[in-house]
């Protein structure tokens, strides 16, 4: 019998909570993208249209679901959704066809897809990396009474000579996802 599928973030920030400027990656973070590949191969990734536009190409080895209202077609093999439920019916059907043992689908940005989509997130995977940028492209605050951290891979630095700490929290209480299937 499959597990029940649940919904988790992964999102790399600043220290002051910026994920982007809109244009693309404002770090050079190697080892962050590793253990992106690690955590989120054989899974959908829910995306908005900026996000994926910063991409340029699918990810390999994950559904790349792109939330977006724009009514022209995606190109190099994404998937279009024009809701979040939606979304989520694409990638448990993904997840199905593709790799039925498998049931975490990722939020993966921008800041309005984790705004909107992160109290049904089950876990959240968040890189923090030591640096201050500017921007308004932020992810959510986490809100300590919702949230266990769970795992803290303490201060690393990368090759490039970036320090970052890797955590993961857990939700608190109990998200459903079911009433994204309808009866």
């Known amino acids: 019998m499959k597990s029940e599928i649940f919904l988790s973030a992964i999102v790399a920030m600043s220290t002051n909570r910026v994920i982007g400027d ?14 992106l590949k690690m955590l989120t191969m054989g899974c959908p990734l829910i995306m908005g249209r900026r996000t994926w536009d910063s991409i340029g190409k699918p ?30 019916k694409l990638a ?31 876990y959240i995977y968040l890189t923090e990396i030591d ?9 959510p605050e986490i809100q300590k009474d919702s949230w266990e951290l769970i795992f803290n891979s ?19 209480s109990k998200i459903n996802l079911n009433n994204f299937f309808g009866d």
């Open 92 to 122: 448990n059907n993904w997840i199905l066809q593709n790799n039925p043992k498998n049931n975490e689908i990722f939020l993966f940005g921008g800041s309005q897809i984790y705004q909107f989509g992160i109290k049904y997130c089950k």
């Open 59 to 88: 990810l390999p080895g994950r559904a790349n679901i792109v939330l977006t209202k724009n009514n022209e077609n995606l190109l190099n093999g994404a998937l279009k959704a024009n809701s979040f439920n939606e979304a989520i």
């Open 22 to 35: 809109g244009k693309g990656l404002m770090w050079d973070l190697p080892e962050d993208l590793k253990n």
């Open 154 to 172: 303490g201060l690393k630095t990368s090759k490039n000579q970036i320090n970052y700490t890797h955590y993961k929290f857990e939700r608190r």
């Open 131 to 139: 640096i201050y940028l500017e921007s308004k492209i932020c992810f």
